[in-house]
């Protein structure tokens, strides 16, 4: 093969065969090994999801119970990871500190046995139990007070929110939480589970291939999308901007974030269920002007933008539901970062079976026989730091 088509971005490019999950961009279905996410939404969990992903089919009860056992008893941290925490500058992102710590875990659990089963069962565990504890512990760190401890009597989201804040959480809030993490767990070929898949080829350790791709994960176009849509309605600040504001954005070629979708031509099947979400906390715990500013900028995109087939992506819902939640606006991606941990390691697990090391190629536009040009002959086009 000599030919060949550079698309930016790779898009529409194979870059792998995988069982995991299915989407139809234009249809608008997400299927996690073939059960469909609304059945998921309404009838599992996400550890039960995490299991299907992983393991391919859904565990049996005594399987299911045997999985969440393992979780609970591996949900704390070393004080050393959380001593480390503690010297982090509290200004920094909590992506960040997320990035830094899921690699640290790597110096601790040092063992690399790619080939076992075990090994990658023990893995996955100590991933989906620690992740949560870390991004909790970090955010009572900054604010001066020391982690909360897991609680053993708690599901995996409602101990979430209780090692937030400090209080055993609303049981509806807390299957809010889970059905959000469901959705969130897997997504095909996206920037970060690629970045799994690039790093997990070089048979790096799992820690460093769930650290590269909370890197990734924490991108304004990518996680940090959530966060950004927040910060975007509280700019708006009123529903009779929102046209102003919609006219401005396009006029300067501004990205609307929150839309738009690589592969959705239509609305993403999670954002009709995150919105139903949204809705069903502001029913219990009240409304959220936010709310209205946003389905009134759906409205509004949908009518200057729908031709192109751009539509609200989960990011544009599901800050709603976190913000409702009462989970501080910068931890809406390390809560994406928790939920989409399983989705990367099914990835780094289904690498593993058939390896082989991710080496595209390029299309060169640099020059050829450029001379080496004498030090004090070149001109310097240099800018300093201030
Ligand atoms: N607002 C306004 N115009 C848009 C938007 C948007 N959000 N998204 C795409 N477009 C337009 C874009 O200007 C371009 O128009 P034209 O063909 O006239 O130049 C066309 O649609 C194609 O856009 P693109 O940027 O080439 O599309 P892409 O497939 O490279 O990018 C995307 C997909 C998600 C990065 C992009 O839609 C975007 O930047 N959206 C805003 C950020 C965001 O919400 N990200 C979350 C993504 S979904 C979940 C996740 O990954 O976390």
């Known amino acids: 093969m000599t030919a060949y088509e550079y698309r930016a971005g790779l898009e529409g490019v194979p870059a792998t065969q995988s069982s995991i999950s299915f989407v139809d961009g234009q249809k608008g279905i997400l299927e996690y090994r073939g059960i469909a996410i609304e059945e998921l939404a309404a009838k599992s969990t996400f550890l039960e999801t995490t299991y299907l992903l992983i393991w391919g089919e859904l565990p049996s009860r005594e399987e299911l119970s045997a999985f969440e056992n393992e979780i609970q008893y591996h949900r704390r941290v070393k004080y050393r990871i959380r001593d480390m925490m503690k010297c982090f500058p509290e200004s920094g992102h909590p992506m960040d500190a997320l990035q830094a710590s ?71 809030a807390a299957r809010i939480l889970d059905i959000s993490l469901t959705l969130h767990a897997e997504h095909t070929i996206n920037a970060s589970t690629f970045s799994a898949m690039v790093t997990a080829s070089a048979l790096t350790d799992p820690y460093a291939v769930v650290a590269s791709a909370v890197g990734t994960l924490a991108g304004p176009l990518h996680g940090g999308a959530n966060e950004e849509v927040i910060t975007m309605l509280e700019a708006i600040g009123s529903v009779e901007n929102v046209r102003p504001y919609l006219e401005d954005r396009l006029e300067r070629k501004a990205k609307i974030m929150g839309f738009g979708h690589r592969v959705y031509k239509v609305k993403d099947p999670r954002a009709i269920i995150l919105q139903d979400l949204a809705e069903q906390l502001f029913e219990k715990f009240g409304r959220d002007k936010y709310y209205d500013i946003a389905t009134e900028l759906e409205r509004a995109v949908e009518e200057k933008l729908g031709n192109k087939g751009i539509y609200p992506n989960v990011d544009f819902y599901s800050g709603l539901v976190y913000r409702k939640l009462g989970i501080p606006l910068d931890l809406f991606t390390p809560v994406f970062a928790i939920a989409r941990v399983p989705g990367w390691l099914a990835h780094w697990k289904e690498q593993l079976a058939e390896n082989r090391i991710f080496r595209p190629t390029q299309i060169y536009t640099g020059v050829h026989d450029a001379p080496y040009i004498p030090i004090e002959e070149r001109r310097s086009s240099m800018t300093t730091m201030e």
């Open 102 to 172: 899921a690699a640290a875990l790597g110096l601790f659990y040092s063992r690399r046995d790619l080939e076992n089963p075990a090994y990658i069962r023990e893995t996955v565990v100590r991933l989906v139990a620690k992740i949560p504890t870390m991004v909790a512990a970090f955010q009572l760190i900054r604010k001066g007070n020391d982690p909360v401890q897991p609680n053993d009597g708690l599901s995996y989201a409602e101990n979430f929110l209780y090692m937030l804040n400090e209080k055993k959480p609303d049981p509806l």
